[in-house]
């Protein structure tokens, strides 16, 4: 898991170089989703070759749906590192397991009790904290960045649902591939040539996911998800070290007191839905909860 976390903050960075002058003219952040799936879709698809897993019938409609909530929060989470701290869009992502179970009330018809409420209203504030009223440019980069977890947020929902329908190596395979089809449409209208720095970066960005992936189906088949779930929390250390390594942006006392708000939150969250896991008789949608 903690590799997991050191490579999706690394996706973070490089998407921040390619949408800054770093490496040459700022690409969109269309493009730098289009990147993002194309090379992670060579990536498993080359795994796909030489290991050969079986693949059933996909569900279609619900892949379709799940990538296009994932296509938008990623390239809105992109947009997002390229006008604010990373620490900062990397802490309001954190927000896509609260928006998961806020949606969750009416797309599944669970209840939410007392607990999970104040979890979320504590990583609420943190965001609100965050997003720096005053309209600056950092404020802008927060509302990306809540706009990403919101989608995010959404597509975990159809995650839920299709977990349980197909194997996580086809998940992932087909995610790719429909993700690759929607970034293609969508960067056609603002294509331009990259530079062989931002060749790199957009493979690196690929195939940095395609591995993030992997070690967390790894991470979560080798043990239970509420002891690894909280390692999670180490993709806002790893953003907070490489923007100061790279870009010397050091995260400010607002940072830190949103972030930590939001993590609180999420802890608070993954904690009870650990709890309620390791309650054999616990009912769903119990409102104690």
Not at 144 to 149: R, T, V
Not at 182 to 193: E, F, K, N, P, R
Request: aromatic residues 8%; hydrophobic residues 60%; positive net charge.
């Amino acid at each position: 898991m903690l590799a997991s976390t050191a490579f999706i903050a690394a996706t973070t960075l490089l998407a921040k170089a390619l949408g800054t002058a770093t490496l040459g003219p700022p690409l969109h952040p269309l493009q730098v989703a289009h990147g993002r799936f194309l090379f992670a879709f060579l990536g498993f698809a080359a795994a796909a070759s030489l290991v050969r897993p079986a693949i059933g019938r996909p569900h279609w409609r619900l892949h379709v749906a799940r990538t296009v909530c994932g296509f938008t929060g990623v390239s809105l989470l992109f947009a997002a590192a390229a006008r604010a701290p990373l620490s900062d869009a990397t802490a309001i992502s954190f927000l896509n397991p609260v928006f998961a179970m806020l949606l969750a009330i009416p797309l599944l018809g669970e209840r939410v009790g007392p607990w999970r409420w104040a979890a979320a209203a504590i990583a609420l504030a943190g965001a609100l904290v965050l997003l720096r009223p005053g309209g600056s440019t950092l404020a802008v980069g927060a509302f990306l960045a809540l706009g990403a977890a919101l989608a995010l947020g959404l597509e975990v929902i159809f995650l839920k649902r299709l977990s349980g329908l197909e194997r996580p190596f086809q998940l992932l395979l087909v995610n790719n591939l429909i993700g690759l089809g929607i970034a293609s449409a969508a960067v056609l209208a603002v294509w331009q040539v990259p530079t062989a720095a931002q060749w790199a970066a957009l493979i690196g960005v690929g195939l940095a996911m395609a591995v993030a992936q992997s070690c967390f189906l790894n991470a979560v088949a080798r043990a239970d998800a509420s002891f690894v779930a909280p390692f999670s929390y180490a993709t806002l250390v790893w953003a907070a070290a490489y923007d100061a390594a790279v870009f010397g942006v050091l995260p400010d006392a607002v940072s830190w007191a949103g972030a930590a708000m939001i993590l609180g939150g999420a802890a608070l969250l993954a904690w009870r839905e650990a709890g309620r896991a390791r309650r054999p008789h616990a009912r769903r949608g119990d409102p104690a909860n």
